[in-house]
């Protein structure tokens, strides 16, 4: 699952499906399958969609082609994201030709975007549901075992499944995700999410410090909070008990010492001092920020309705280093966002410099329909200037990545182990509190995943960084 989270942040996002898991066969009468696609919060939410099916008597398979029900969980955040789904759909036309009774279902972002339009594109659909809307999907699925197309995408302004207990998919025991908050309220120009998560609402905190003990208990050692923007986390009890990101932060670290906490994904507008005091009090909350940048110059940042300036900017990292020493730091850019001149595109590349991010995540603009920007400006930048621009930004990223790495190099970090390395079963790999990914040998009896070592790093690459237990 920890590996589940890396590669969620590394290749999810660029639309690719995590592998779905295996559910107890005996306890359920028929089979659902599901795939997701796009950030952790789908992820999250594939794990809810799994309870609410168990309780419909469905248990999961990893064959689809043994399943009487395929659901994909879907992203609409650049074009190549549903393209990704699409393509992914033509695939499931054999098994059902195979089975004619079995049902495929479309969940998630495109779902939500698309509604019964879906319906009429992909054929094979028989079932759309927009991501306020999983609760419905026992009447939905009575209704398409019926032989009738069945649709729900109403957002709602409440909808938390708070009291879901989410069933851990593909979890290797290790790391979990919680989900504190639905829904974003930030109108990103460029972002296709307020129109299909709907308005921001969050979660009541204690089903959130629940949903964590829980987890701990259980034998888990790593959280992470989620939600398109978390520092505008803010919840009301009935009690009318306030509880803010910071409060929220607090409450999860004292669960347990042995518990990690990290969250996703911070808004420089947003991210408070108290925020950064609170991540600097306790251990267990990670040394580690994803702090979204977009671009590095402040016309094209306005254009995108970011509501902060490259100063702006600075200033928030040069704070972040100054209460949390050697907090990790990583960031999201888009290359030839609407008018982006080629001065501009180099304001990024400065910034890159400026800033040493561990790590990146970089993508091209990809106008999407009904977003402000493309109503409003003209997606101008020619196809092959943006992704000149993106290869760039990637290199310049990598160059500085690859020196940042190797700094670490003679450090002791704490390690949570998460498991073998990929590449060899004699070698251990965990995360330091920075999120930075640690391959050791191990040479020392009687540890465990889920266990905690200390590491001094003896090599680096770009990426990872290679140790020994001392
Ligand atoms: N709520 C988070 C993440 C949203 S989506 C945040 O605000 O940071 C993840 C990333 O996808 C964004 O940070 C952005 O870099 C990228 N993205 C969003 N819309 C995009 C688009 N239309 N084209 C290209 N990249 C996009
Ligand atoms: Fe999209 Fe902006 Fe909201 Fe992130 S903060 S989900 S980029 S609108
Ligand atoms: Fe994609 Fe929806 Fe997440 S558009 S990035 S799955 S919120």
Redesign the pocket.
């Known amino acids: 699952m920890a590996e589940l989270l890396q590669k969620d942040i590394e290749e999810l996002?660029q639309g690719e499906a995590y592998a779905p898991f295996e559910g107890d066969p005996n306890q359920f009468d028929k089979k659902f399958y599901i795939e997701s696609y796009g950030?952790a919060m789908n992820f999250s939410d594939s794990e809810v969609v799994a309870s609410i099916l168990n309780d419909r008597g469905f248990g999961a398979t990893k064959n689809f082609e043994e399943a009487d029900l395929i659901l994909l969980n879907t992203c609409s955040?650049?074009e190549k994201a549903e393209q990704t789904v699409r393509t992914r759909l033509h695939d499931f036309k054999k098994a059902k030709h195979n089975n004619p009774g079995m049902l495929i279902g479309v969940l998630g972002c495109m779902a939500e975007r698309l509604k019964a339009k879906l319906l009429e594109e992909e054929k094979l659909v028989d079932i759309v549901v927009g991501p306020d809307a999983y609760r419905s999907l026992p009447d939905l699925i009575t209704e398409a075992e019926g032989g009738q197309k069945s649709v729900n995408v109403l957002l709602s302004r409440e909808e938390t499944y708070a009291d879901i207990s989410p069933v851990r998919l593909d979890s290797n025991g290790v790391a979990a995700f919680v989900s504190i908050m639905r829904g974003?309220n930030?109108m990103?120009t460029?972002?296709?999410?307020p129109f299909t998560r709907g308005r921001e609402r969050s979660r009541d905190a204690d089903s959130i410090v629940k949903e964590c003990q829980d987890l701990f208990d259980r034998g888990f050692r790593e959280v992470t909070l989620l939600?398109?923007?978390v520092d505008s986390y803010y919840h009301t009890s009935a009690e009318g008990k306030e509880v803010t990101f910071a409060n929220l932060l607090e409450m999860t670290a004292k669960v347990s010492p042995l518990l990690r906490v990290r969250f996703s994904?911070?808004?420089p507008k947003d991210i408070t001092d108290d925020v950064l005091h609170t991540i600097a009090k306790y251990h267990n909350i990670c040394k580690y920020i994803?702090l979204?940048v977009?671009s590095g110059n402040t016309r094209v940042l306005q254009l995108m309705n970011r509501t902060y300036t490259r100063e702006w900017y600075f200033n928030k990292v040069k704070r972040i280093r100054e209460i949390i020493p050697g907090c990790g730091l990583s960031t999201?850019?888009?290359s030839g966002f609407c008018t982006e001149t080629e001065e501009e595109h180099k304001d990024t590349l400065s910034l890159i410099e400026h800033c040493d991010f561990d790590m990146a995540?970089m993508?091209?603009?990809?106008?999407?329909p009904g977003?402000l920007?493309a109503r409003r400006y003209t997606d101008d930048v020619p196809d092959e200037v943006k992704k000149r621009r993106l290869s760039e930004i990637i290199d310049q990223q990598h160059l500085f990545q690859r020196e940042n790495y190797k700094r670490d190099i003679g450090k002791v970090f704490e390690v949570l182990i998460e498991g073998d390395s990929k590449k060899s079963n004699k070698d251990w790999v965990g995360r330091s509190s920075q999120n930075k990914v640690i391959v050791f040998p191990k040479n020392k009896e009687g540890l465990k995943k889920c266990d905690y070592v200390q590491v001094k790093i003896t090599s680096a690459t770009s990426a990872t960084l290679i140790g020994e237990i001392i």
Request: charged share 15%.
């Open positions: 996002r950030c955040i650049r974003c930030n990103c460029f972002c296709v999410v939600g398109q923007n994904t911070s808004h994803h979204p977009q999201d850019i888009i995540y993508y091209s603009y990809s106008e999407r977003t920007a």
